[in-house]
């Protein structure tokens, strides 16, 4: 129908068209109703390419991070990845993870230190013990030399007192 500018039908449009044109329009119509659905297929595809792509960078980072861990490298901060979804969480916790792991080596290797030098301590204060001990059996073996020498002195001290006392009473 025709409306006015109130919307009340004053007429009608009639159309007449062969069937040939009929045929023409009805194929144009279904050609172009067959196109869409090919159109939207084919976005779909190129959709599905680039959130594989984007899935696979974001995977391929997460497997960065565990091989630099891997290789001892525990400073690997591999950029990207993360995310609120799967794939972000693993990547986040392997971060967390080398982060862990170095700060654990870190403290390994302060108690390495630790002992290290303790060791070395040790060491040096056995080495002191040694020279004081070796010093004193030194000390007790001149101090044992003199009282054999003391004692043979005093021994002939003794056997001189005993002849001059025979010899006074004789």
Request: proline share 2%.
């Amino acid at each position: 129908p025709v409306l006015d500018d109130n919307s009340i039908p004053v007429g009608a449009v009639v159309a007449s068209m062969d069937a040939a044109t009929a045929v023409a329009a009805s194929r144009r119509s279904l050609e172009a109703m067959a196109a869409w659905p090919l159109l939207a297929l084919g976005v779909a595809f190129l959709l599905s390419i680039a959130v594989v792509r984007g899935l696979a960078r974001r995977v391929q980072a997460v497997v960065g991070v565990a091989e630099a861990v891997a290789r001892g490298d525990l400073r690997a901060r591999e950029e990207g990845g993360g995310g609120r979804d799967e794939i972000g969480q693993i990547h986040d916790a392997m971060r967390r993870m080398s982060a862990g792991l170095a700060e654990l080596v870190g403290e390994v290797r302060g108690g390495a230190e630790a002992v290290s030098s303790a060791s070395t301590e040790l060491t040096a204060t056995s080495q002191h013990v040694a020279e004081q001990t070796g010093r004193q059996i030194a000390s007790v073996l001149d101090a044992s030399a003199a009282l054999g020498q003391m004692r043979a002195s005093v021994t002939q001290t003794a056997a001189h007192s005993r002849e001059m006392e025979r010899a006074a009473l004789a």
